[in-house]
């Protein structure tokens, strides 16, 4: 393909975007992609955070959620989500950086690395060497790349508004073998004190949440299955629970920064917020009331209304930071982003 090509490409992808904006402000409609890449999206799979320190945060997670590490490499831990493979890696802050959320990834269906980074190619990204780590994603919009781990070949690219994602076999554990599927068994951890059940969402804040939305509805078919709001669509993933969402902005051609993941969220069995919080308090993380809150190791409630979509009296949702101040939310194993008291009222399939 010629590089007339993929902007020709991109063109297109644009036009098309301007009649999907219509769909996005529809209440209660489904907005479906239009022509695909092919790429089928499974689930969410594992994130990155980097961290100050990270003997402390690995302390820090398995105390609360007794998260066994299932693979190490180099200086990057995974750390088990559940009964895996999903799972959180963690990494040491590098020169100029922050702790923070790093990325996120996506199992997908017969993953191939070549085949899956022309399949982007052809839908107008560039094929780039591997950028270092240390890179924002707001300086490779639009690129692909691959790593080479060990006998792994992993697969990144960063979307239009710079946010990185990973795509990966459906058994990719973070550990070795072509797909990342081979990991030993979990090191022994504490017992912690709440059970995790799997990895449920991620809210990116950018300049074109709309813009985002339909990005992903074009290039990988999902689809919307709930409105936090009349111009808040919540994109679904998988198995009608998890979500990415997509915020913010009025406009493309925003800040330099680009995309940044403002949190992540768990889920769990049996959620109940009043004991869930107490639990978090005894394990040493301060109460904070229900405006959102900044810092290391606190934790609050915020109650999302009728007009953002949540029940009457409010659907709450419950956030926590860890030793770095990295945002993060609780929800019980049904929550969709959607209504009802657990969130988990959304549209049907």
Same mark, same amino acid.
Not at 309 to 338: K, N, R
């Given at each position: 393909?010629?590089?007339?090509?993929?902007?020709?490409?991109?063109?297109?992808?644009?036009?098309?975007?301007?009649?999907?904006?219509?769909?996005?402000?529809? @209440?209660?409609?489904?907005?479906?992609?239009?022509?695909?890449?092919?790429?089928?999206?499974?689930?969410?799979?594992?994130?990155?955070?980097?961290?100050?320190?990270?003997?402390?945060?690995?302390?820090?997670?398995?105390?609360?959620?007794?998260?066994?590490?299932?693979?190490?490499?180099?200086d990057?831990?995974?750390?088990?989500?559940?009964?895996?493979?999903?799972?959180?890696?963690?990494?040491?802050?590098?020169?100029?950086?922050?702790?923070?959320?790093?990325?996120?990834?996506?199992?997908?269906?017969?993953?191939?690395?070549?085949?899956?980074?022309?399949?982007?190619?052809?839908?107008?990204? +560039?094929?780039?060497?591997?950028?270092?780590?240390?890179?924002?994603?707001?300086?490779?919009?639009?690129?692909?790349?691959?790593r080479?781990?060990?006998? +792994?070949?992993?697969?990144?690219?960063?979307?239009?508004?710079?946010?990185?994602?990973?795509?990966?076999?459906?058994?990719?554990?973070?550990?070795?073998g072509?797909?990342?599927?081979?990991?030993?068994? @979990?090191?022994?951890?504490?017992?912690?004190?709440?059970?995790?059940?799997?990895?449920?969402?991620?809210?990116?804040?950018?300049?074109?949440?709309?813009?985002?939305?339909?990005?992903?509805?074009?290039?990988?078919?999902?689809?919307?299955?709930?409105?936090?709001?009349?111009?808040?669509?919540?994109?679904?993933?998988?198995?009608?629970?998890?979500?990415?969402?997509y915020?913010?902005?009025?406009?493309?051609?925003?800040?330099?920064?680009?995309?940044?993941?403002?949190?992540?969220?768990?889920?769990?069995?049996?959620?109940?917020v009043?004991?869930?919080?107490?639990?978090?308090?005894?394990?040493?993380?301060?109460?904070?009331?229900?405006?959102?809150?900044?810092?290391?190791?606190?934790?609050?409630?915020?109650?999302?209304? @009728?007009?953002r979509?949540?029940?009457?009296?409010?659907?709450?949702?419950?956030?926590? +930071?860890?030793?770095?101040?990295?945002?993060?939310?609780?929800?019980?194993?049904?929550?969709?982003?959607?209504?009802?008291y657990?969130?988990?009222?959304?549209?049907?399939?």
């Open positions: 393909m010629q590089p007339n090509d993929n902007h020709q490409i991109s063109r297109m992808l644009l036009s098309r975007r301007s009649v999907l904006a219509g769909l996005s402000a529809l @209440p209660l409609a489904r907005a479906v992609a239009a022509e695909p890449s092919g790429i089928r999206l499974l689930r969410l799979n594992s994130f990155g955070i980097r961290v100050s320190d990270p003997a402390q945060s690995i302390d820090f997670y398995q105390g609360l959620f007794g998260m066994p590490v299932q693979a190490r490499d180099a990057r831990v995974c750390l088990r989500v559940g009964d895996g493979p999903q799972f959180m890696s963690l990494r040491a802050v590098g020169a100029g950086e922050a702790p923070a959320i790093t990325h996120i990834g996506y199992a997908v269906e017969d993953f191939a690395a070549e085949r899956m980074q022309n399949a982007l190619v052809d839908v107008g990204f +560039t094929r780039v060497v591997a950028p270092p780590e240390t890179d924002a994603g707001s300086a490779h919009r639009l690129e692909t790349w691959t080479q781990r060990g006998d +792994t070949e992993e697969l990144y690219f960063a979307d239009e508004a710079g946010l990185i994602v990973q795509l990966s076999h459906a058994d990719y554990c973070g550990g070795a072509p797909n990342g599927e081979r990991c030993a068994r @979990p090191e022994a951890a504490p017992e912690g004190r709440i059970r995790l059940d799997d990895l449920n969402h991620f809210t990116v804040f950018g300049t074109d949440g709309a813009g985002a939305n339909l990005f992903y509805q074009e290039t990988f078919g999902l689809t919307v299955q709930a409105y936090q709001g009349p111009q808040s669509p919540v994109t679904g993933i998988g198995d009608g629970r998890q979500f990415v969402m915020a913010g902005g009025g406009g493309r051609g925003g800040a330099a920064a680009g995309a940044s993941i403002h949190h992540g969220s768990f889920n769990m069995r049996d959620f109940d009043e004991r869930v919080r107490a639990t978090l308090t005894e394990c040493g993380l301060e109460a904070r009331d229900s405006q959102p809150q900044t810092g290391p190791k606190i934790h609050y409630v915020s109650l999302r209304m @009728p007009a979509g949540g029940a009457e009296g409010g659907t709450p949702e419950l956030y926590f +930071t860890d030793p770095d101040g990295i945002l993060l939310q609780l929800q019980d194993v049904t929550y969709c982003g959607g209504g009802g657990l969130g988990s009222e959304c549209l049907a399939g």
